[in-house]
């Protein structure tokens, strides 16, 4: 998977919908030492428990892709470059963390 062979920092959890509940899946990330947090499919036969407290944290990421994707210029990618994209990616990021602040004694 390119994404977990990119440079940073180890993965630990892989936090995923019930699209990508395969086996496959499930014995490459536990090859790399990576849990996976998957929800089973309703058709499996074995169902296979799921830590509800650290899925729950896959919802903040969907939330954060939502607001980031408000966004139209990052909805669209009219960045022909992947530099320009990441740079308005982390201008939008700032934007929303700065909200917090805005208003707040």
Not at 36 to 42: E, G, S, V
Not at 55 to 60: H, I, S
Not at 68 to 90: M, P, Q
């Amino acid at each position: 998977m390119p994404l977990l062979d990119a440079d940073g920092p180890e993965p630990k959890v892989l936090l995923a919908d019930r699209g990508y509940d395969s086996d496959h899946i499930r014995d490459e990330m536990e090859a790399r030492g990576v849990t996976p947090m998957i929800p089973t499919r309703r058709s499996r036969k074995v169902q296979i428990p799921v830590d509800d407290h650290v899925y729950a944290l896959r919802n903040r990421i969907e939330r954060c892709f939502n607001k980031l994707k408000n966004f139209r210029r990052l909805a669209t990618r009219y960045d022909k470059t992947a530099e320009s994209y990441l740079g308005f990616v982390l201008i939008a990021a700032v934007r929303l963390w700065t909200k917090t602040f805005v208003n707040r004694t």
